[in-house]
């Protein structure tokens, strides 16, 4: 198995709203990440977590919340977002965090639109 | 601290003819270098991966890249393009931090 499932697919949310991006491995991958890409841009990474610890955080707003449950699941909590955090969310995962242990498997994404 | 450079944010071809895709990496360890590409509404797909076993590297779909340290390029080629490779294309090198992306060119393929 060599997947990421993200979900949902599409997410729609008001500004007040708070919500959650969800994102799973079984591959025991031990490093997961959240990227955004707005259109026409490469991804961007958010947050890297490693051994389930966060090790990378970007500057991220803190409306975006992170949160590795387990080593198979990466959260991403939504709070009183502004319109110009539409974008796709993606997650990846990866064996290490280093080298070519960063061959990154990436999930199909989340489209999120603020309104 | 390690960079890539893609040429060319939009390549056009004739179904059939050659694809070549440049990028041109900065590294400043041993750069590990990978190529993605993705779908419109999609995630990024692996195509391929420069691991210093071999130069040039074999990946999904008929797609090729060679390794050539001198001119720390990394360049992405197909020998004739197929209508289904119209996407967008991201070179990224990876080494002793997370994977950094070029900022993607965008493959159109006329038929």
């Known amino acids: 198995d060599t997947e990421v499932t993200q979900t949902p697919k599409h997410l729609v949310m008001g500004m007040t709203n708070k919500k959650s991006l969800k994102c799973e491995q079984h591959m025991g991958h031990r490093a997961m990440y959240w990227y955004k890409q707005k259109a026409k841009k490469p991804p961007e990474l958010m947050f890297v977590y490693s051994y389930e610890k966060l090790s990378i955080n970007e500057s991220v707003p803190s409306r975006f919340s992170p949160e590795c449950p387990n080593s198979s699941l990466l959260n991403l909590h939504l709070h009183a977002l502004q319109p110009e955090d539409s974008a796709l969310y993606l997650c990846a995962s990866t064996s290490g965090t280093s080298g070519l242990n960063t061959e990154a498997f990436f999930g199909q994404g989340t489209r999120l639109t603020v309104v | 601290a390690q960079s890539v450079t893609q040429l060319g944010s939009h390549v056009s071809v004739s179904e059939g003819a050659l694809v070549l895709l440049r990028c041109n990496y900065s590294?400043?360890?041993?750069?590990?270098l990978f190529w993605y590409v993705q779908y419109p509404n999609q995630g990024l797909q692996l195509l391929l991966k420069?691991?210093?076993?071999?130069?040039l590297v074999k990946g999904i779909n008929g797609f090729e890249a060679e390794f050539k340290k001198s001119e720390t390029s990394f360049h992405l080629t197909k020998p004739s393009a197929h209508m289904s490779d119209a996407a967008e294309y991201f070179c990224a090198v990876a080494g002793n931090t997370p994977l950094v992306f070029g900022k993607g060119t965008r493959l159109s393929v006329i038929a």
């Open positions: 590294s400043s360890v041993p750069p590990y």
């Open positions: 420069y691991t210093s076993a071999a130069t």
